[in-house]
């Protein structure tokens, strides 16, 4: 008996077929989209160095925006006025004294020097009294302690009362507070009365009474002679 080899068949493999979606169509630029490509482009070309350049100015001018809010702090502690860089420009000060009568304190240019200190170029104050007459003063050249409110003068001091007594000096130191003043320099005054020459005056009650030291020589007008 012979055994007849089974013939085997093979099934040939099927090529793998490729699943292909919708094929997209990959449609032409309209002119109005390249239109907003180039005017994309052009704008990031002129705002990035802006930027860059804004950057570099406010780290130069770090210094003088610190400057000017130390000026602006000053505003906020009752010293008003336009702010110049480190400077108060038309600065003014408005206070009482202890007995609840105003007083001004103006300024062409305030200076923060420290915490309550203030340099001051032409200061000019002035006080009111009890009875409604007032006092004023004022020179080239000042200094203001906010939190005492003592006032130093110097150069061209002018303090005029307004009866017309005025006098002259070369410093003067001032409390606002108590409307009380001193100087140590020669003081001529000029007045009604006539004139004086002196060493020294001392004023108090807002000008009330002024008392003059050191040798005085007193010229009085012929009214004040009967």
Do not use: C
């Not at 705002?47 to 809010?69: H, K, Q, S, Y």
């Not at 609840?100 to 170029?121: E, M, S, V």
């Not at 005029?160 to 140590?184: E, F, H, I, V």
Request: no cysteine; hydrophobic share 40%.
């Amino acid at each position: 008996m012979s055994l007849t080899p089974m013939s085997s068949t093979t099934t040939p493999r099927q090529p793998r077929q490729r699943m292909v979606g919708e094929a997209r169509i990959r449609r032409p630029p309209t002119p109005r989209g390249l239109l907003r490509r180039r005017l994309l482009i052009t704008t990031t070309k002129f705002i990035l160095p802006m930027i860059g350049l804004a950057l570099l100015a406010t780290i130069a001018l770090w210094p003088e925006l610190d400057r000017a809010n130390n000026a602006a702090r000053i505003a906020l502690r009752q010293l008003a006025g336009e702010v110049d860089g480190g400077q108060v420009i038309d600065a003014h000060y408005h206070g009482v004294d202890d007995q609840g009568r105003p007083y001004t304190l103006t300024a062409a240019t305030a200076t923060q020097d420290g915490p309550a200190k203030f340099n001051l170029t032409q200061p000019y104050g002035d006080m009111s009294l009890q009875n409604g007459t007032w006092v004023s003063m004022k020179s080239q050249i000042g200094v203001f302690i906010e939190h005492t409110n003592l006032l130093d003068m110097w150069k061209d001091v002018v303090l005029y009362r307004d009866d017309g007594t005025t006098l002259y000096t070369q410093s003067m130191s001032m409390d606002l507070k108590n409307g009380a003043a001193a100087g140590s320099q020669p003081v001529h005054a000029e007045g009604p009365f006539g004139t004086l020459d002196a060493q020294g005056f001392a004023l108090v009650d807002k000008g009330a009474v002024i008392q003059f030291t050191g040798p005085s020589r007193l010229v009085l007008n012929e009214t004040n002679k009967k």
